[in-house]
C-alpha cells in the first residue's frame, strides 16, 4: 500500500523560503507520477507542481513558476517543493499525490488535473509578517 508523508511547512515571513517534503513508502517513485497541490481556506484545491515517473518532465503552475522547484532523490524515495519568495496568497495546506496513470508515458505529468489516488495528510504553510 502506497503512504505519502508530508513535512516541512511552518510560518515563514514574506520573501522568505520553505522546503517540503513528500516520503513516499509502499512503492518506488519510478512507477508514479507525484504532484503537489495546495488548498487555501474557502477556496478549491489547486495543483502546484508535478514531477513525471522518469523524473524528467516538470510542470508548475502559472502562480508558482520561477519560484518553486520540485525535485526528487529516488535514494530516498522522497519528493520536495523549493518554494522560494514566498507571498502571503501561498498560505494553504500542501498535500502531495501519487498516482500510476498506467495510460500515459513515463515522461508526463499534469497539474492540471487532480484524480490523483494516493493522498498524504497535507502540510500547513503560513506566509505572514
Known amino acids: 500500500q502506497l503512504q505519502l508523508v508530508e513535512s516541512g511547512g511552518d510560518l515563514v515571513q514574506p520573501g522568505g523560503s520553505l522546503r517540503l517534503s513528500c516520503a513516499v513508502s509502499?512503492?518506488?517513485?519510478?512507477?508514479?507520477?507525484i504532484a503537489w497541490f495546495r488548498q487555501a481556506p474557502g477556496k478549491e484545491r489547486e495543483g502546484v507542481s508535478c514531477i513525471s515517473k522518469s523524473g524528467g518532465t516538470t510542470n508548475y503552475a502559472d502562480s508558482v513558476k520561477g519560484r518553486f522547484t520540485i525535485s526528487r532523490d529516488t535514494a530516498k524515495n522522497t519528493v520536495y517543493l523549493q518554494m522560494n519568495n514566498l507571498k502571503p496568497e501561498d498560505t494553504a495546506v500542501y498535500y502531495c499525490a501519487a498516482d500510476s496513470f498506467l495510460y500515459y508515458p513515463d515522461n508526463w505529468c499534469g497539474v492540471g488535473r487532480n484524480d490523483y489516488a494516493n493522498w498524504g495528510q497535507g502540510t500547513q504553510v503560513t506566509v505572514s509578517s
Open positions: 509502499g512503492r518506488t517513485l519510478d512507477l508514479y507520477v
